[in-house]
Structure formats: C-alpha cells, structure tokens
C-alpha cells in the first residue's frame, strides 16, 4: 500500500529537512502516485550539489524506507523553480 501525500509529506519534513536546512537546502513534495512514484524537487543549494544522489539515496530513500517498510516506492526527482522564485523573477522582468 503506498502512504499518502500527508504521511510522506511528515518524513520529510521531520527527518530530511532538517538535513537539508543545515546545508542551505530544502525538498519539497510535488506529487505521490497510486503505484508508489514520488516525485520531489531539491531546493536552495542543494538543487545543483555533488552529492544530490548521496543525499538521495542516504538521507531521503533510507528515511521513506524506514518509515514505510512495506511500500515499493520509486523516488523521482524532478528540476522545478520555485513558485515564489518564479514570481519574483517574472516582476523584475515586467520592470524593466
């Protein structure tokens, strides 16, 4: 059975962020599939680090694994801008 958005949404933000949060970073959930596809972007620095797939497979798959143990989950990682990023850079633009 796969976990719903809120339930992924908790490991996250308990377990990863705090991770991220010490390296500039952040994750943000986009969107969880009935066949167990999660699909999460990076933010801040960790959207271009290195070690995205250490962290990847270390800090955000171990702590869904042990938080779901039964679940066949595929982690995605998908490019995304900011919402709030997007819009300030569309309003300089519009200034100019």
Known sequence: ????????EKV????VAPF???????I????????GEIRIAFM?????????GDT?????ETSLQEAFPEAKLK?????DIDDDLWAMAKNMLRKK
């Open 28 to 35: 943000k959930l986009k969107s969880v599939s009935l066949e």
């Open 75 to 79: 982690i995605i990682v998908v490019n």
């Open 44 to 52: 801040g620095a960790c959207t271009n680090c290195p070690l995205l």
């Open 20 to 26: 991220l949060q010490s390296h500039n970073g952040g």
């Open 56 to 60: 990847l497979a270390q800090t955000v």
């Open 12 to 15: 996250l933000k308990e377990k």
């Open 1 to 8: 059975m796969v976990p719903d958005a809120t339930a992924i």
